[in-house]
């Protein structure tokens, strides 16, 4: 019995310890086509709690799979070494198989617990409507906005193109982030092709295509905030920053969004669309 109980110590330490699967994003989670240098994202204020103090202290970071990896392999060394797995029997390796399958179906119970818990920062979010009509098929601009001409304390460029409408734009970014990973799930090809810039589809498609099937990613909450714009006599540039949470509830994991999107629009054409030229991860 006390072999046993070692036993089922080692794997459930190995079975914590190993890395989780990722959540199938749009983009595959890489960076693809252009890049161009951002103003740092503005931190958002943090509550603080003057009854409690302790709830504004920051929580440590948790270990990585590679961490508890490590530790379980030299729980898993020690006991080689110190022979406790010596004289087992047949009915000893029948105990070991059904507490191995035990250990999987805790520790699978245990992650899916942690996924269906709210997150605190989906209160700001929680009343979030998706739109009854279908989504915009281009980002939209209108003809009021502030003029800016840059970031302060950055060389990063900050001047809107003329007629942009800032609040606008970024929340249909909001909309527009949620539609292309609905058609990354359902490898709605097309539907990514309107957004995106002929260079970068052809990336994306190479991408997607090493995904087979229907995938299972859902956007929780995401927001936005421009991190650089341009424009000239005839193209206009902007990135936005996206952050938040996504998760896969099939594979039971959650991930942050963190990435930044650069767009571009010819102004020498008359109602030109905004395509997305680069995203990149943050």
Do not use: C
């Not at 799930?185 to 090493?210: G, T």
């Not at 509830?249 to 999107?261: A, F, G, H, M, N």
Request: charged residues 20%; glycine residues 8%; proline residues 6%.
């Amino acid at each position: 019995m006390k072999k046993m109980l070692t036993l089922f110590a080692v794997i459930l330490a190995i079975g914590l310890g190993a890395p989780h699967a990722e959540a199938k994003k749009f983009g595959g989670g890489k960076s693809f086509g252009k890049s161009y240098k951002t103003a740092p994202a503005q931190p958002a204020a943090k509550p603080v709690d003057n009854k409690n103090p302790t709830l504004n202290a920051q929580t440590p970071p948790k270990k990585s799979g590679m961490m508890g990896g490590l530790l379980a392999g030299g729980l898993f060394a020690y006991l080689l070494g110190s022979g406790a797995f010596e004289g087992l029997q047949g009915m000893d390796f029948l105990l070991i198989a059904l507490l191995a399958l035990g250990a999987v179906f805790l520790i699978r119970t245990l992650r899916k617990g942690k996924v269906a818990t709210p997150q605190p920062q989906q209160a700001a979010y929680a009343g979030y409507q998706p739109p009854q009509s279908a989504a915009p098929q281009q980002f939209e601009q209108s003809n009021s906005a502030p003029q800016a001409t840059g970031f302060a304390d950055s060389d990063v460029p900050f001047r809107l193109p003329p007629g942009f409408d800032m609040n606008s734009f970024l929340a249909g970014a909001r909309d527009h982030y949620r539609t292309l990973q609905e058609a990354w799930n359902k490898n709605d090809l097309e539907k990514v092709r309107e957004y995106v810039s002929p260079e970068l589809f052809e990336q994306l498609k190479a991408e997607r295509a090493e995904l087979t099937g229907d995938q299972h990613t859902e956007v929780m909450y995401v927001d936005t905030q421009l991190v650089r714009a341009d424009y000239g006599s005839d193209w206009a540039q902007v990135s936005v920053r996206f952050s938040g949470r996504y998760m896969d509830r099939q594979e039971q994991v959650e991930e942050d969004i963190k990435e930044v999107w650069h767009l571009e629009r010819d102004l020498a054409k008359n109602n030109a669309p905004w395509h997305i030229v680069g995203i990149e991860q943050l």
